[in-house]
Structure formats: structure tokens, C-alpha cells
């Protein structure tokens, strides 16, 4: 069964640091990672999408993917505590519709 | 502006009950797909489709089936529900895999389902 870990948390940062979140997947065919926000009592809404190696950066946010090493990660700048919320990794497998989830990393920014 | 609509946010069925989660979206999306969520298990994928009429399974597929006759709408039935089918259902749909925006998943709601 193809995997997509994360450190379930919590997480705690402060007000206007940086919050990093980290997520590893099994399947090295997987074409395209995905994070999701997602508040309580909410559905996930996306809020970054990486296809390539390297860094992408949209606002406050930056996600960084790395291939060779299985790993996708989330930078978030100047954290508020409107960032407080779970934080879903999702990869695509490759060849078909499917994405696979991780567990999700609970963040609380203390104001 | 909703776009991905669950017809029930909360249900409660009993054991045996047969359970129909509706799920329709109008964004023209070939992509369909019935997740639930439990805490400390993240979302787990039961059943997707890609086109009209078309099922695939997904990780836990058992104890549940799929309809899909129109594009916009795709069912989840659970034939005799157990207790062990508590949880929360969240409907989602994409385009496909090839050009911008693939495979962006817009969530409903959810719908809260609790089985006595």
C-alpha cells in the first residue's frame, strides 16, 4: 500500500515565525503533491500544488519537493493564528486519479 | 458559489439501515471521488470514477458501492450499515490528470454520519 507520512503533531509556532511542515511518500513514481488546509469542523481546501523539484512560492506560503529523497514540504512565513488549522499531504499516484492522503499535521499558532 | 454539494450534513441510521450519500458538483468535472475521515486515520479513499458510469475502487472499499449515471453526480450507498461506518463523508471532484489545475480536488461539506 503505497504511504504518505506525516508528523501528526501538534505543532506549536509562534505569532511571525516560520511554521514547517513535512511529509514523505513510498510510491517514487508519484507525479504531483498537493497541501491542504483544512480548519476544524471544515473540509480541506487546497492551498499549494508542486510538480517539479525546487521550490514554489504563492504569498506567505512556499512548498519545496524533492524526488530523489521522497520528501515534500511547507514553509509558512510571518505565521498568524488565522494559520492555525490541520494540514493535509496529498500525492498523486502515478498513472491514474487517485490521491492518497497523509494524516495530517495539527499546527497552532500562539499569538 | 457552492460547487460540490453534499445532500445531508448530518444523517443517523441504525445498524442494517440501507444509506444513500448524494453528492453532486457543477463544475464539469470528470473526476469524482467519496473519501471518509476519522480522527487518527486521515482521509481514506472508498470509491472514485473518472467518466459516466465508471467505478473504481479505492482503499477501503468494503461494505460500500458507487452509483454514477449523470456527470455531475455520484452516490455512495452503504447496503447495511455497521456501527464500524460512523464517520464523516466527504465528497470531492477534479479534471483529470493532464493540463492546469489537474487532479485539484474541491471538497463538499462532508456529511456526518452516526450508525446505532
Known amino acids: 500500500q503505497k504511504e504518505v507520512e506525516q508528523n501528526s503533531g501538534p505543532l506549536s509556532v509562534p505569532e511571525g515565525a516560520i511554521a514547517s511542515l513535512n511529509c514523505t511518500y513510498s510510491?517514487?513514481?508519484?507525479?504531483?503533491f498537493f497541501w491542504y488546509r483544512q480548519y476544524s469542523g471544515k473540509s480541506p481546501e487546497l492551498i499549494m500544488s508542486i510538480y517539479s523539484n525546487g521550490d514554489k512560492e504563492d504569498g506567505r506560503f512556499t512548498a519545496q519537493l524533492n524526488k530523489a529523497s521522497q520528501y515534500v514540504s511547507l514553509l509558512i512565513r510571518d505565521s498568524q493564528p488565522s494559520d492555525s488549522a490541520t494540514y493535509l499531504c496529498a500525492v498523486r499516484d502515478f498513472g491514474n486519479e487517485k490521491l492518497t492522503f497523509g494524516t495530517g499535521t495539527r499546527l497552532t499558532i500562539i499569538p | 458559489d457552492v460547487k460540490v454539494t453534499q445532500s445531508s450534513r448530518y444523517l443517523v441510521k441504525r445498524t442494517g439501515e440501507k444509506v444513500f450519500l448524494e453528492c453532486v458538483q457543477d463544475?464539469?468535472?470528470?473526476?469524482m471521488f467519496w473519501y471518509r475521515q476519522d480522527p487518527g486515520l486521515g482521509l481514506r479513499l472508498i470509491y472514485f470514477?473518472?467518466?459516466?458510469?465508471?467505478?473504481e475502487k479505492g482503499d477501503i472499499p468494503e461494505g460500500y458501492s458507487v452509483s454514477r449515471e449523470k456527470k455531475e453526480r455520484f452516490s455512495l450507498i452503504l447496503e447495511s450499515a455497521s456501527t464500524n461506518q460512523t464517520s464523516m463523508y466527504l465528497c470531492?471532484?477534479?479534471?483529470?490528470?493532464?493540463?492546469?489545475?489537474?487532479?485539484?480536488?474541491?471538497f463538499g461539506a462532508g456529511s456526518r454520519l452516526t450508525v446505532l
Open positions: 470531492a471532484s477534479s479534471f483529470p490528470r493532464v493540463g492546469s489545475g489537474a487532479n485539484v480536488l474541491t
Open positions: 510510491d517514487r513514481g508519484s507525479q504531483s
Open positions: 470514477s473518472y467518466d459516466v458510469k465508471m467505478k
Open positions: 463544475m464539469d468535472h470528470e473526476n
